[in-house]
């Protein structure tokens, strides 16, 4: 597993953006499918956005956030991103970086595929 530390969210207006960062504790970090998940009080751990190991244009959204949210990562800083734009009152969530160690590339949206997890960051989004 590997260790994963969120930042970034905060409290912002609609309309407003904001990019989240996941750093982790690996070298390894470019073997592992990334992803995005975001929980609101009293619901499940959705998915957001995953990204394969390699990044660039293999990725996935859901589709609430699509044209909105960018996923990318920088494997040399052992870093992934959220880029969120146009943010809506309804993206208010705890958002959790999680990695899926797959160096065969591909990723899933699935939560319980995903072995490390971050502790969270909070992004409110106010009307």
């Known amino acids: 597993q590997v260790q994963l530390v969120e930042s970034g969210g905060g409290l912002v207006q609609a309309g407003d953006s904001l990019r989240l960062s996941c750093v982790a504790s690996?070298?390894?970090?470019?073997?592992?499918?990334v992803a995005w998940f975001r929980q609101a009080p009293g619901k499940e751990r959705d998915f957001v956005a995953a990204i394969s190991r390699t990044g660039g244009y293999n990725t996935h959204y859901t589709d609430d956030v699509k044209g909105r949210f960018a996923i990318s990562r920088d494997n040399a800083k052992n870093t992934a991103y959220l880029q969120m734009n146009n943010l809506k009152p309804e993206d208010t969530a705890v958002y959790y970086c999680?990695?899926?160690?797959?160096?065969?590339?591909?990723?899933?949206?699935?939560?319980?595929?995903?072995?490390?997890w971050g502790q969270g960051t909070q992004v409110t989004v106010s009307f």
């Open positions: 999680a990695a899926d160690y797959r160096p065969g590339g591909g990723f899933s949206t699935e939560r319980l595929a995903y072995e490390s």
């Open positions: 690996e070298s390894t970090f470019n073997n592992y499918a």
